[in-house]
C-alpha cells in the first residue's frame, strides 16, 4: 500500500510541475456615429469586440504556457492599448 502512496505522490507532483497554464484575452472599445434622422442628429454608440491578431495575421486570443514561463498575451495586449488612437480601448484577460 505505501509503495502505491509513493508513487501517486510522485506522479502528482510530476503533473504539478509541468501542467500548462493558459490565458485567454480580448477587448473592447465603443464607436460613437452621428446618423441623420427625422427629428435631426442622433448619436448612436456601438460597442466592437475582439481579439488582436499577431504580425503573421493570426489571431492572438490565447495563450499556454508551461510554469516557469512568463505570459507575453497581456503584455502585446497593454502595448496595442499604450498606441491606440482610441479613447476608449479596454482588454480584459483571464485565466483558463
Do not use: H, W
Not at 502505491?4 to 485567454?24: A, N, Q, T
Not at 448612436?44 to 499556454?64: H, Q
Not at 503584455?75 to 480584459?92: A, E, I, R
Request: charged share 30%; with cysteine.
Amino acid at each position: 500500500m505505501q509503495r502505491y502512496s509513493f508513487f501517486l505522490i510522485i506522479f502528482l507532483f510530476f503533473v504539478s510541475v509541468s501542467c500548462e497554464k493558459c490565458k485567454r484575452c480580448s477587448y473592447t472599445y465603443e464607436v460613437t456615429t452621428i446618423e441623420q434622422t427625422p427629428n435631426g442628429e442622433e448619436e448612436k454608440t456601438t460597442e466592437v469586440s475582439g481579439v488582436l491578431a499577431k504580425e503573421n495575421g493570426e489571431t492572438f486570443a490565447e495563450e499556454c504556457i508551461k510554469k516557469d514561463e512568463a505570459f507575453t498575451i497581456e503584455q502585446y495586449y497593454q502595448d496595442k492599448k499604450d498606441t491606440t488612437v482610441l479613447n476608449n480601448f479596454d482588454f480584459v484577460c483571464q485565466d483558463i
